[in-house]
């Protein structure tokens, strides 16, 4: 079982930055696609951001194109989301997730390993 655990997340004002983490002992985390999701109260699981296992692909939502980037350390088994100018509708619990396939897929439904999420709240 791959556990993965986030970090990073809490309260800012619009405009502030932000950076995640979500780190694993498992050592599988080299060769797992890794991605990020949000929720927010009421609504659906969304993507947010995926990275392949080499970092050579990055996928974003139009929502937070520009604003958010992805990356990784193998080194480390450490996947980042770097969150620039946070607007209050980026409010959400933020999910890590991992993926054995090596499609970065924008789906839930493809990544089998999930985090206990990160609560960002942007203030307006």
């Known amino acids: 079982q791959v556990q993965l655990v986030e970090s990073g997340g809490g309260l800012v004002q619009a405009g502030g930055s932000l950076r995640l983490s979500c780190t694993t002992s498992?050592?599988?985390?080299?060769?797992?696609?890794m991605g990020w999701f949000r929720q927010a109260p009421g609504k659906e699981r969304e993507f947010v951001s995926s990275?392949?296992?080499?970092?050579?692909?990055?996928y974003y939502a139009d929502s937070v194109k520009g604003r958010f980037t992805i990356s990784r350390d193998n080194i480390k088994n450490t996947v980042y989301l770097q969150m620039n100018s946070l607007k209050p509708e980026d409010t959400a619990a933020y999910y890590c997730?991992?993926?054995?396939?090596?499609?970065?897929?924008?789906?839930?439904?493809?990544?089998?390993?999930w985090g206990q999420g990160t609560q960002v709240t942007v203030s307006s």
């Open positions: 498992d050592r599988s985390f080299v060769t797992n696609t």
């Open positions: 997730a991992a993926s054995p396939s090596s499609v970065i897929s924008p789906y839930p439904r493809n990544y089998e390993y």
């Open positions: 990275i392949a296992w080499s970092a050579d692909r990055t």
